[in-house]
């Protein structure tokens, strides 16, 4: 099974600055990794898939990078609303799994 | 807009079983595969269970294989999951989600989850 591996479990930034959250694959994984946002009390959102490719609705600010085993979202100007938790998830081969998560808090 | 809706979930003890629905709408749902992902008390999400379109091909992961049972009704865009022989660490937030991909899935839309406890 492929493990997945998130880092920092959390992270503290301001309003208004760039940040980048990591993932690892323990294998590779081509492309085929998506990332979620979670907010508290709330469903997780999808954000990326593909490594890249930004789901429906999700604003330009958020931009997934990566292939292979390392991968990186990116969050530019973040916002108050974007601090949540976030996770990303393989989808190469069955089990698919998540990583533990980033929590994203405010500085 | 897409909407899923689940519901079913309860206080159930060690042992015991538990039936859990959501129902669709906003897309054409025979279109979509659908899965069941858990989120225990705290802590990450974990992938349960997937039904294909068609109903014809199903997956589980290994800590409830044998236990829990995925189902779909397309005519009333309804997916359920039967959960037997439930366990402590079976208790969880449960959310159904649309899955995209083409063998292996990643979750566009989601419920807001049913609240499974299993306690005595």
């Known amino acids: 099974e492929i493990v997945m591996t998130q880092s920092p479990a959390t992270l503290s930034v301001s309003p208004g600055e760039r940040t980048t959250l990591s993932c690892r694959a323990s294998q590779s994984i081509s492309s085929n990794l998506a990332w979620y946002q979670q907010k508290p009390g709330q469903a997780p959102r999808l954000l990326i898939y593909?490594?890249?490719a930004r789901a429906t609705g999700v604003p330009a600010r958020f931009s997934g990078s990566g292939f292979g085993t390392e991968f990186t979202l990116t969050i530019n100007s973040l916002q108050a609303e974007d601090f949540a938790i976030y996770y990303c998830q393989h989808y190469n081969n069955w089990p698919v799994h998540f990583g533990q998560g980033t929590k994203l808090e405010i500085k | 807009e897409v909407q899923l809706l689940e519901s079913g979930g309860g206080l159930v003890q060690p042992g015991g079983s538990l039936r859990l629905s959501c129902t669709a709408s906003g897309f054409t749902f025979s279109n979509y595969a659908m899965t069941w992902v858990r989120q225990a008390p705290g802590k990450g999400l974990e992938w349960v269970s997937v039904i294909i379109a068609t109903a014809s091909s199903t997956n589980y992961a290994d800590s409830v294989k044998g236990r829990f049972t995925i189902s779909r009704d397309n005519s009333q865009s309804k997916v359920s999951l039967q959960m037997n022989d439930l366990r402590a660490e079976d208790t969880a937030v449960y959310y159904c989600?649309?899955?995209?991909?083409?063998?292996?899935?990643?979750?566009?839309?989601w419920g807001q989850g049913t609240l499974v406890t299993v306690s005595s």
């Open positions: 989600a649309r899955t995209r991909g083409s063998v292996v899935y990643y979750f566009d839309s």
């Open positions: 593909s490594a890249s």
